[in-house]
């Protein structure tokens, strides 16, 4: 790929997304916790709340970690897929109380990530925030529906892998107006923070083949990272470092 032509942008400089997940437990001080996605479980370690976590596999491999993973008050693991879960579980019964505070970064395509929000949302409260995770790809390769599908153009990006998920993100804000977002340049792949949720709502599901069709229409060389970037409406990780200037944009 021709550098000077390429669909790329510098690293994002502002806080790490793990950074902003911690302050946003410590601010919010949420009853409940639900994450799709969890890997090596460093993010699932930032909770103190009963927690609930989903994913195929949990290849912890940090004891420190997990003595801070076990610490919790109630924590519920499923090795399973995100769908599979859904369909054969309540987390609202599981935890006693709708979910106050969700992490996706499960599979990384458009699909996966739009199923997991209208799944995850049905069981929330309005004020309840879903954070959607490696919406803001930096660079092109990043962006394949395959892992390591195409070479990075910067060589420290190697295994940045962030999948099409940036258009699920796009469609949400096209296809639901009523919903909030706070969209973070949080390295290495950015964070979008949703609330004023409607978990009546069916707008998505009730059109979810036709959401795909569209969101599968949408290339990412024609739209240009940076339009994304701007479309998005990307805030420096900065204007939310403090409890006070977080729970004046959220509440719980």
Known sequence: MDQAAANTL??????????VLRTLHEALQPRNYLEIG???????????????AIDP???????????????KPRLLLFRMASDRFFQQHDPCALLGDKLQLAFLDGMHRCEFLLRDFINTERHCARNSIIVLHDCLPVEEPMTDRCYLAQPPIE???EYWWAGDVWRTARLLRRARPDLSFTTLDAP??????ITN???GSTALSDR?????RTMLGWSITEIGLQQHAADMQVEPT???ITSEQLTTRFWL
Do not use: Q
């Open 57 to 71: 596999a949990f290849p912890f491999a940090d004891i420190e970690l997990v003595r801070r993973i076990v610490s």
């Open 238 to 240: 900065t204007n939310y």
């Open 197 to 199: 949720l409607d978990p």
């Open 38 to 52: 969890t890997f090596d479980g460093n993010s699932l370690a930032l909770a103190d709340c009963a927690a609930l």
């Open 208 to 212: 979810y083949d036709e959401h795909v």
């Open 188 to 193: 290495p792949t950015g964070l979008v923070l």
């Open 155 to 157: 060589p420290h990006r």
């Open 10 to 19: 510098p690293d994002f400089t502002g806080r790490g997304y793990l950074e």
